[in-house]
Nanobody, 127 residues
Framework: VQLVESGGGLVQAGGSLRRSCATS????????IEWFRQAPGKEREAVSA????????YYSDSVKGRFTISSDRQQKTVDLVMNRLKSEDTAVYYC?????????????????????WGQGTQVTVSS
């Protein structure tokens, strides 16, 4: 299983960024892909997830209405478009894949439910 992230970087508050997660080594349609983030001194936080078996999207309250997750089944990629960025969005962002879909709706925010992780990339929002 491989997850390779791209995008991210430095942006001013109010701006936009796109993160992309290229996947391989597993059956894309049978898994959920999630974006987490971790700011210095804080725990890893769920940002957004997509259940590729059905295409249902999930968002944390802190990003709902600003971020959009999408998946491309042919390319096997998952993108996170981040709009109206705030300084509190500054963190290292990770994509992760989950194979155990049991009780996914209730547990999608839990990092320990995810089997494989991307390398993580810094997103910095300057105010």
């Amino acid at each position: 299983v491989q997850l390779v992230e791209s995008g991210g970087g430095l942006v001013q508050a109010g701006g936009s960024l796109r993160r992309s997660c290229a996947t391989s080594g597993f059956t894309f349609d049978d898994h959920a892909i999630e974006w987490f983030r971790q700011a210095p001194g804080k725990e890893r936080e769920a940002v957004s997830a997509i259940n590729n078996n059905g295409g249902i999207e999930y968002y944390s309250d802190s990003v709902k209405g600003r971020f959009t997750i999408s998946s491309d089944r042919q390319q096997k990629t998952v993108d996170l478009v981040m709009n109206r960025l705030k300084s509190e969005d500054t963190a290292v962002y990770y994509c992760a894949v989950r194979s155990n879909m049991w009780r996914f709706t209730a547990t999608w925010r839990r990092p320990d439910e995810y089997n494989h992780w991307g390398q993580g990339t810094q997103v910095t929002v300057s105010s």
